[in-house]
């Protein structure tokens, strides 16, 4: 037998969490034909001497919704080893969606995903509306296999209309949204997402916020016809809330008999009980039968921002959002108004910002003095006389706005107590907002860094843990029957990697966007070659031709 590709000399880690095996692979026609002491020909050689070959991660909770229809690679996904991602989380997606509606949720991926306007504006033509259009406009040109979610803010929207943000459903509303979700599911939608927390462009609710239960109830009636997902974004930044909607879903994951997963669960000094707290009622409910999957990130998040546009930075700064919402002449009057400016200040805390703000790294601006560049607010503020929050301003006003600001590594304040609780075994490892924040911070990097912080230098999981935790936990999670696991007949979504060097990259701006619209990235450290059903479609540090991705209904 002729194989297209032979993937010789590695350490097989295949998905199972069992030991590692030296043996190769070959792959024919798209899945894996064998996995042994292989000596037959094959069309391509891959010589993996020192390397793990492992099934293809899967991140299950992204925001490429919009990047698919301008790069079917959904970079830089595939180049952390990446082969299957899940978009449409949060209650959005881009349909079913009518025309006339499209402005409303684009402002809601603008102002929740923080996605800049060239990425909708000059990047495709809209030509669809319902879920089966939106699933042929990717389709076209996928390198990567995509498992998309459908929004509950969009179903509630093409139903109720302007209603959709003002009022409960009435049962005839609620049948005609079960009849749209069915649809959308027989169209390829592996489940529905929803949010207790985001708000639009002009500050209000989500359509999805104003759901009853029993609208909820009812399309999770719908999913289990189907055995198909429900993912909620909870009330993240409050316990108890929190439990209360793990709760909820146990519910109606007993209810109806389909899996439930919640994100993002964090980690803070802050809020020291909030995890442990989380996870006890989630293994209380998995006693009980439930399905409530927690997903965690795995790296700190940095936070890249300047005064010239809205920020998830100050997303519990309601008076900034109010004035960053501003068009840019009224923003900076705004800012430029002493009572204006002293309200901010004062919002901040009475501490001045010193503790939110002061350890703000200046990153420089194409307008800003390079001397600022890599210095702490905190220290600049104290040259000024002035409380951080009081010199972010000053400082962004004295260069027209345009002076960058880095949050560094937010969310994870404890390496050791993060790497047990991403070794729990009913932690999904997810939350990676991949396609999300593009002028903010790389959200990409998730999988490296699991590898290098809480394999390599924490101990806390084995590689063959750590690689099942991203692959066959995952698709069995998500009811992805041939995807995670490396095996005779499976699908051949292979990750060639270094276990010794793989990492996240640097962050980094780029201008790859329709329009040259920048966005922050990650280049993938230790990430040699990745095959998506059996095509290779990254190696080398290069994305290649192949157009073998898949839309996994």
């Known amino acids: 037998m002729m194989f297209d590709v032979l993937i010789r000399n590695g350490l097989v880690v295949d998905g199972s969490g069992e030991a590692g095996f030296a043996a190769d692979v070959a792959v024919k026609d798209g899945r894996i ?31 490429f919704d919009v990047q698919l229809l301008w790069d079917g690679a959904a970079r830089p996904a595939l180049s952390h080893g990446v082969t299957s991602i899940v978009p449409g989380n949060c209650s959005l997606s881009l349909a079913p969606l009518r025309a006339a509606d499209r402005p409303a949720v684009v402002g809601m991926f603008q102002q929740i995903e923080e996605m800049p306007p060239e990425a909708f504006t000059t990047a495709f033509d809209w030509t669809w509306e319902d879920f089966a259009g939106y699933r042929a406009a990717i389709e076209r040109n996928l390198a990567i296999n995509v498992a ?5 803010s969009v179903i509630r929207q093409w139903v109720m209309g302007e209603a959709a943000q003002a009022r409960a459903a009435t049962p005839g509303e609620i049948a005609a949204m079960q009849d749209l979700l069915r649809e959308c599911l027989q169209a390829g ?8 927390v985001d708000v639009d462009a002009r500050g209000r609710p989500v359509p999805s916020r104003f759901a009853q239960f029993a609208e909820l109830d009812a399309l999770a009636a719908v999913l289990g016809e189907f055995g198909r997902m429900l993912q909620i974004v909870p009330e993240f930044y409050d316990t108890d809330l929190t439990i209360a909607r793990i709760d909820q879903l146990a519910e109606l994951s007993l209810r109806h008999g389909v899996p439930t997963t919640f994100s993002p669960v964090f980690d803070s000094a802050s809020t020291p009980d909030n995890v442990p707290r989380t996870l006890a009622r989630v293994e209380e409910q998995f006693a009980r039968g439930a399905r409530v999957w927690p997903q965690m990130q795995t790296r700190p998040i940095d936070i890249s921002f300047s005064l010239l546009r809205p920020s998830l930075f100050f997303a519990r700064l309601p008076s900034w959002i109010r004035v960053l919402r501003k068009p840019l002449d009224e923003r900076i009057a705004a800012l430029s108004d002493a009572e204006t400016a002293d309200r901010l200040v004062a919002d901040v805390g009475p501490d001045g910002g010193a503790r939110m703000m002061g350890e703000l790294i200046v990153r420089g601006g194409d307008a800003a003095p390079t001397a600022l560049a890599g210095r702490t607010l905190g220290e600049i503020a104290a040259e000024r006389g002035e409380s951080p929050a009081r010199a972010l301003i000053t400082l962004s006003l004295e260069h027209g706005l345009d002076v960058a600001f880095l949050a560094a590594n937010r ?50 999981l084995s590689l063959e843990q750590a690689v099942r935790k991203i692959t066959a936990d995952t698709a069995d999670i998500w009811g992805f029957k041939d995807r995670g696991r490396l095996a005779p007949g499976l699908a051949a979504d292979i990750v060639v990697f ?55 209904a």
Do not use: C, W
């Open 411 to 460: 969310g994870h304040d404890d390496t050791g107590r993060i790497g047990a609780m991403l070794a729990h075994p009913l932690v999904h490892i997810g939350a990676s907002d991949g396609g999300a924040h593009l002028a903010s911070f790389a959200t990409y990097g998730d999988t490296g860094y699991l590898f290098s912080e809480f394999v390599r230098k924490a101990g806390a």
């Open 189 to 196: 939608a592996v489940g529905l997402s929803t949010s207790f």
């Open 148 to 152: 998309p979610l459908v929004g509950h």
């Open 33 to 63: 034909a064998q996995i042994g002491r292989i000596d037959g020909p094959a069309r391509q050689v891959i010589d993996a001497a020192g390397r793990v070959v492992a099934p293809g991660f899967i991140d299950p909770h992204t925001h």
């Open 498 to 552: 270094d276990p010794e060097t793989i990492a996240r990259g640097e962050e980094r701006a780029v201008f790859d966007m329709p329009g040259d619209g920048m966005r922050y990235v990650r280049d993938a450290i230790g990430v040699d070659t990745v095959l998506v059903n059996g095509a290779v479609a990254y190696a080398g540090g290069a994305y290649t031709d192949a157009r073998a991705g898949a839309v996994l």
